[in-house]
Every structure is written in structure tokens, then in C-alpha cells.
T-cell receptor
Framework: EAQVTQNPRYLITVTGKKLTVTCSQN?????MSWYRQDPGLGLRQIYY???????DKGDVPEGYKVSRKEKRNFPLILESPSPNQTSLYFC????????????FGPGTRLTVL | AQKITQTQPGMFVQEKEAVTLDCTYD???????LFWYKQPSSGEMIFLIY????DEQNATEGRYSLNFQKARKSANLVISASQLGDSAMYFC???????????WGLGTSLAVNP
């Protein structure tokens, strides 16, 4: 089944404790992206990647890191999480850019205490 | 700056009736595309329909159709024969620009009444 998977789905952590949210797609998509969703602010892009080893900042990259060592994986790293990073996070992928539909993972609900 | 405006924070519709969700976009690009996504209360993001700026005809996907008026920069989603399962948040999204970022509206919350 073609899908985007994210893990964990739910995470409660404390300020400053490094964490990684994994994202994997099995559709051989080139484009992958991370978003956060906050009430009243909609979805905002954190980082995106056009292909392996090619990443770029989105609208709200501060406090986040990403890597794209393999085509299928695009982990999101929070080196020192803070409470303002409490949010719902989505990973998405698409075949390319432009007309290609982005397929979303199920979301990761993160709470930073 | 590119922007998507969804002017209806919340909408109600009776089951089996049609409903239109408004979306206006602001882009100076010649080539762009508009998507609609649905987010039910369970949280997942579901692709519904896509309209390219050069598409001659309005896009349709089952009960979903897009009323695309290029001159007015509007791309309204029409849901025909509403079902209870259509109750969800709906987002209009623009992929205009060379910066490879999607621009999201703030969404419209649709409630379908039995």
C-alpha cells in the first residue's frame, strides 16, 4: 500500500530533550516536506527536500533540523525542544513539484512540557 | 505575497444538499495549481481535488467539483449531495511560485446536519 508513515504518532516530552520524528514514504517520491499545524495559524512549512541531500528552509525552520540521506526517509529533528514547538506535525511527499499531489502522513502530536 | 483566503470559518449544510466552500487566491504567477484537502476530526489530511491554472475545464472528482474563475482568482469547492462523513475542516492550497512551498488557507469547518 502506498503510504507515508510517521513515528511516533503521539509524544510528550520535556524541554531540552532531543527528539526525532521519523517520516518514510514507499512511493519513490522525490519531494518531501514537513509542516506544523497550529490553531488559527493553519499549516506552515518547516523544511522541504527536492531530492536526496537537497533540503531547504520553509517558513518556520527555527529550532528544527532535517536530513535526507535516502530518498524514502526525511526525519525531523528537534535538538532542544521548547514548549512553543508543541504542535501537530505532518510529513508529506509528492512525486515532484508543481501539479503533483502531496500525500500526507497521519500526523504526530507533540507536546513539550 | 501569495495568499489564500477562505472567508467562511464555519459552514452548516443539511445532509443531501450541496454546499460551496469559498477560496480566493492572490498570485502573480502565470502557472499555478490549486488543491483542496479535507481534514476530518481524526486529523489526517486527505487530498480531494486539483485545478491547474491552464486547465480549460473545471476539475471534478466524484461529488467534488471546483468552480474555477481565473479572472476573479477564485477556486471554490462544491460538494454535492452532502453526507455526514463530509463533516470536516477543508483547506484550499496554492502551489504557485518557484519557491516550492504550498500556501495554505486557514480552512473552513463544515458541519453536515442529519
Amino acid at each position: 500500500e502506498a503510504q507515508v508513515t510517521q513515528n511516533p504518532r503521539y509524544l510528550i516530552t520535556v524541554t531540552g530533550k532531543k527528539l526525532t520524528v521519523t517520516c518514510s514514504q514507499n512511493m519513490n517520491h522525490e519531494y518531501m516536506s514537513w509542516y506544523r499545524q497550529d490553531p488559527g495559524l493553519g499549516l506552515r512549512q518547516i523544511y522541504y527536500s527536492m531530492n536526496v541531500e537537497v533540503t531547504d528552509k520553509g517558513d518556520v525552520p527555527e529550532g528544527y533540523k532535517v536530513s535526507r540521506k535516502e530518498k524514502r526517509n526525511f526525519p525531523l529533528i528537534l535538538e532542544s525542544p521548547s514548549p512553543n514547538q508543541t504542535s501537530l506535525y505532518f510529513c508529506a511527499s509528492s512525486l515532484g513539484w508543481g501539479t503533483d499531489t502531496q500525500y500526507f502522513g497521519p500526523g504526530t502530536r507533540l507536546t513539550v512540557l | 505575497a501569495q495568499k489564500i483566503t477562505q472567508t467562511q470559518p464555519g459552514m452548516f449544510v443539511q445532509e443531501k444538499e450541496a454546499v460551496t466552500l469559498d477560496c480566493t487566491y492572490d498570485t502573480s504567477d502565470q502557472s499555478y495549481g490549486l488543491f483542496w484537502y479535507k481534514q476530518p476530526s481524526s486529523g489526517e489530511m486527505i487530498f480531494l481535488i486539483y485545478q491547474g491554472s491552464y486547465d480549460e475545464q473545471n476539475a471534478t472528482e466524484g461529488r467534488y467539483s471546483l468552480n474555477f474563475q481565473k479572472a476573479r482568482k477564485s477556486a471554490n469547492l462544491v460538494i454535492s449531495a452532502s453526507q455526514l462523513g463530509d463533516s470536516a475542516m477543508y483547506f484550499c492550497v496554492d502551489n504557485a511560485g518557484n519557491n516550492r512551498k504550498l500556501i495554505w488557507g486557514l480552512g473552513t469547518s463544515l458541519a453536515v446536519n442529519p
